[in-house]
C-alpha cells in the first residue's frame, strides 16, 4: 500500500511540475499569435531558412513548431498550403526538421524538470535535426525537384535539359 502511495504522489508531483511548464507556454502562445509577434520573430529564421532551402514564408510554421510543437506547427502548416504561400518541397523540409526539432523549450523544460541537461538535449535535438534536413533539402528534394522539371520539359516537347544547364533551386 504504501508503495501504491509513493507512485501516485510522484506522479501527481510530475503532473504538477510539467503543467508548471506548459500551461505559461499555452499563454504565451496564444497572446503571440493575436499580436502578431510570430510573424516579427520568424524573421531571425531567415538565415535557418536559406541554409534549409525553404521559403521565408515557410518560417512562420517553422517558429511555430520549434517553440509551441507539432500540433500547432502542422495547424500552421496546412492553413499556409491551403493559402498557397509555401511550396510542397518547403512543406516536406520543414516538417522533416519539425520531426526532428519540435517543441524544444517545452520539451526540454519537461526533460529539465526530471533532471536532465537541458543545453545537451537542445544541443543534440538542434544539430541532428539541421544535419538530417540538410542532406534531404540538399539531395533528395532537389533531385526529385530536378526529375519532375525534366519530365515536365520532355512531356511539354521541349528538351530535357534545362536551358543554361543549370539545375532547379528549391
Not at 7 to 36: D, N, R, W, Y
Not at 87 to 102: E, G, N, S
Not at 134 to 148: A, G, L, N
Request: glycine letters at 10%; aromatic letters at 8%.
Amino acid at each position: 500500500m504504501a508503495l501504491i502511495l509513493k507512485g501516485l504522489t510522484g506522479g501527481l508531483m510530475l503532473i504538477g511540475h510539467i503543467s508548471l511548464v506548459i500551461l505559461p507556454i499555452f499563454i504565451v502562445l496564444q497572446f503571440a499569435s493575436e499580436s502578431h509577434l510570430l510573424d516579427q520573430a520568424s524573421k531571425w529564421l531567415r538565415p535557418l531558412a536559406r541554409f534549409l532551402r525553404i521559403s521565408e514564408r515557410s518560417t512562420v510554421p517553422l517558429l511555430v513548431g520549434l517553440v509551441f510543437g507539432l500540433f500547432y506547427g502542422s495547424g500552421v502548416i496546412i492553413h499556409e498550403a491551403k493559402s498557397g504561400e509555401i511550396t510542397k518541397a518547403d512543406m516536406h523540409i520543414t516538417v522533416l526538421f519539425l520531426l526532428l526539432c519540435h517543441s524544444m523549450f517545452e520539451d526540454t523544460l519537461v526533460f529539465v524538470a526530471v533532471g536532465a541537461n537541458g543545453f545537451l538535449i537542445l544541443g543534440i535535438r538542434f544539430a541532428m535535426a539541421l544535419i538530417a534536413t540538410w542532406v534531404v533539402s540538399r539531395f533528395v528534394i532537389k533531385t526529385r525537384q530536378d526529375e519532375y522539371m525534366s519530365q515536365s520539359l520532355t512531356e511539354n516537347g521541349a528538351n530535357s535539359t534545362i536551358s543554361g544547364g543549370g539545375s532547379v533551386e528549391l
